[in-house]
Nanobody, 123 residues
Framework: QMQLIESGGGLVQAGGSLSLSCAAT????????VAWFRQAPGKEREYVAG????????FYGELAKGRFTISRDNADNTVTLHMNSLKPEDSATYYC????????????????WGQGTQVTVSS
C-alpha cells in the first residue's frame, strides 16, 4: 500500500523557518514525482513546490519562489520542504502528493496523498 506521511509542522513566528518532511512507504521517491500543496481554511488547495523523478528537476509555485526549497533523499525515501521567511499567510495544512507521470501544479494529476501537517505562522 502506497502511503505518504508528512511531519514537521508546528507553530513558528513570522520570519522564522520550518522544514516539512514527507516519508514514503510502498513507493520510491526516486521514481515518483513528489510535490507539496497547501490549503488554508476556506481556500482552495494550492501548489507549493515539486520535484521530478528524472534528473531531480524542481518546479516552484509563485508563493514559494525565493523562500522555499524542495529536496529529495533517496536513501531515506523522503522529500523535504524547507521554508524560510515565513509569513502569517503561509499558515495552512501542508500536503505531500505523488504521481508517476508529470511534475505539474494540478491537484488532479496526483494519485497518492498524505494526511497533511499543520503549519501556523504567528505575527
Amino acid at each position: 500500500q502506497m502511503q505518504l506521511i508528512e511531519s514537521g509542522g508546528g507553530l513558528v513566528q513570522a520570519g522564522g523557518s520550518l522544514s516539512l518532511s514527507c516519508a514514503a512507504t510502498g513507493l520510491s521517491v526516486s521514481t515518483y514525482v513528489v510535490a507539496w500543496f497547501r490549503q488554508a481554511p476556506g481556500k482552495e488547495r494550492e501548489y507549493v513546490a515539486g520535484i521530478g523523478w528524472e534528473g531531480g528537476s524542481t518546479f516552484y509555485g509563485e508563493l514559494a519562489k525565493g523562500r522555499f526549497t524542495i529536496s529529495r533523499d533517496n536513501a531515506d525515501n523522503t522529500v523535504t520542504l524547507h521554508m524560510n521567511s515565513l509569513k502569517p499567510e503561509d499558515s495552512a495544512t501542508y500536503y505531500c502528493a505523488a504521481n508517476r507521470i508529470l511534475l505539474t501544479d494540478e491537484t488532479a494529476d496526483y494519485t497518492v496523498w498524505g494526511q497533511g501537517t499543520q503549519v501556523t505562522v504567528s505575527s
